[in-house]
C-alpha cells in the first residue's frame, strides 16, 4: 500500500510540472560491476543533466525492489524479457524526458562500463584491482586513501567461519 501511494504521488508530481517521463533500460546478461563502479556511473549519467533519474545495479530481488521504490523499474521492458533477470545480470534503468534523451544516456552509461580501466569506474570487470599498496600508487599518484577488505577466517567453538572485514588507510606521507 505505501509503495502504491509513493508511485501515484510521483505520478502526480510529474504531471504537475507538465512533464510526461520515459523510463529505458539495458539489460546484460550474465555481467557483474561491483556497486562502487555502478553509483559512479549514475553519476556521470546524472551530471549530464538529461535525465531525471538513473539506476544501475545487479538485478537481485531487494535492488529491484529499490528500483521500483525509486520510479525506476521498467517493468514494461522486463515483462518483454524471455527470461526474468537474476543476481548475475546487470540493469540499468534511465528516466527521461524523451526517448531520445534517455537512450542516449543509456548510451553513455554502456560507454561507461565499457571503458578499460577507467579510473572513474574503479572496480569494474575490466579494472583488474591492486594487490598492494605500492601497486596502487602507481596507477594512481593522487590517491590519498586506501579502502582494504575482504574475509577473514577464525576458529570459534572448534568450527572455521569467516566473516567479512575493512579497513581504510591513509596514504598521506
Given amino acids: 500500500m ?3 501511494e509513493r508511485r501515484n504521488q510521483h505520478i502526480f508530481r510529474c ?3 507538465q512533464k510526461i517521463m520515459v ?3 539495458l539489460l546484460k546478461r550474465n555481467t557483474y560491476y ?3 563502479a555502478l553509483m ?3 553519476q556521470h549519467v546524472k551530471d549530464r543533466g538529461e535525465v531525471d533519474d538513473a539506476g544501475a545495479v545487479m538485478a537481485t530481488e531487494a ?3 529499490l528500483l521500483e521504490e525509486a520510479g525506476l523499474l521498467p517493468t514494461a521492458f522486463l515483462a518483454e524479457q524471455e527470461k526474468k533477470p537474476g543476481p548475475e545480470d546487470l540493469l540499468v534503468a534511465i528516466r527521461a524526458k524523451d526517448e531520445a534523451s534517455a537512450q542516449a544516456a543509456l548510451t553513455f552509461a554502456e560507454q561507461k562500463l565499457a571503458a578499460p580501466g577507467h579510473r572513474d569506474i574503479a572496480g569494474s570487470a575490466s579494472t583488474l584491482p591492486a594487490r598492494s599498496l605500492e601497486t596502487a600508487l602507481r596507477h594512481d599518484g593522487t590517491a590519498n586513501f586506501a579502502v582494504i577488505c575482504g574475509w577473514r577466517t577464525r576458529l570459534a567453538r572448534g ?3 569467516a566473516a567479512p572485514w ?3 588507510i591513509s596514504l598521506q606521507q
Avoid: C, G, K, T
Wanted: charged fraction near 30%.
Fill in 2 to 4: 505505501l509503495r502504491e
Fill in 15 to 17: 504531471f504537475e510540472r
Fill in 23 to 25: 523510463i529505458q533500460a
Fill in 34 to 36: 561491483d556497486s562502487i
Fill in 40 to 42: 559512479s556511473v549514475v
Fill in 63 to 65: 535492488n529491484l525492489a
Fill in 159 to 161: 568450527r572455521a567461519s
Fill in 166 to 168: 575493512a579497513a581504510r
